[in-house]
């Protein structure tokens, strides 16, 4: 049971590239979530998924896209890396029978656009 | 415009002594309130957590109290130990918001032998 997994671990874009993180949970979760955390700021908000089948913006959403691919995979896209987009970005699950606080965290991936 | 504050960036308590973590809200309509611990290079974990219908929750050394009039939590940790450093985030939410947080900037604890 690895909960929620996030690929890369690690990535440098050039400005203008495009890449697709990927964020899968085994957790049967119905809810799923990407933030990001700059320094001195918190975790933000980028885009969540109630349930399979639908999106919402969250606090940041401009720049990014996601795509909810099925109950088990959210993954969090930049069609045109921006230096303003290094971050670390984290994707979470939740269950919408558990508590609030049950969300659940993967590691992370660290990117940054030069 | 941050709806959540943690305005102690950092903090160093003795082993043994009480960590007391502060944070303050805006947004009335918030209800529900959520400390997070995070160790580097790893993601959040769910530490404890408050509904605003309660002033203390109580999870063995961790206890959240809840001051609604003054819109401000604060997260008690005793005894503190030297597992217990990490960065802390406080967050809120509200109940039909579909678990969409918002998280203070977070305080990052140093437990001291």
């Known amino acids: 049971n690895a909960g929620v997994t996030q690929t890369p671990k690690f990535q440098v874009l050039k400005t203008g590239q495009s890449m697709t993180l990927q964020c899968a949970q085994d957790?049967?979760?119905?809810?799923m979530y990407w933030y990001r955390q700059d320094p001195g700021m918190g975790l933000r908000l980028i885009y969540y998924?109630?349930?399979?089948?639908?999106?919402d913006k969250g606090e940041v959403p401009n720049g990014y896209n996601v795509s909810r691919l099925n109950k088990r995979e959210f993954s969090l896209r930049l069609e045109s890396a921006a230096p303003s987009q290094t971050s670390v970005y984290f994707c979470?699950?939740?269950?919408?029978?558990?508590?609030?606080?049950?969300?659940?965290f993967g590691p992370g991936t660290r990117l940054l656009v030069l | 415009d941050q709806q959540v504050k943690q305005n102690s960036p950092s903090l160093s308590v003795q082993e043994g002594r009480i960590s007391i973590l502060n944070c303050d809200y805006t947004?009335?309509?918030?209800?529900?309130f959520l400390w997070y611990k995070k160790y580097p290079a790893e993601g959040p974990t769910f530490l404890i957590s408050?509904?605003?219908?309660?002033d203390k929750n109580e999870d063995g050394r961790f206890t959240v109290f809840l001051n609604k009039s003054a819109k401000h939590l604060s997260l008690h940790i005793v005894p503190s130990q030297p597992g217990d450093s990490a960065v802390y985030f406080c967050?809120?939410?509200?109940?039909?918001?579909?678990?969409?947080?918002?998280f203070g900037a977070g305080t990052q604890v140093v437990v001291t032998p």
């Open positions: 979470a699950s939740r269950s919408q029978a558990g508590l609030l606080g049950d969300q659940y």
């Open positions: 957790m049967n979760h119905n809810s």
């Open positions: 998924s109630a349930s399979e089948g639908t999106t």
């Open positions: 947004n009335s309509m918030f209800d529900y």
């Open positions: 408050i509904s605003s219908i309660k």
């Open positions: 967050a809120a939410t509200r109940t039909d918001s579909w678990g969409k947080l918002q």
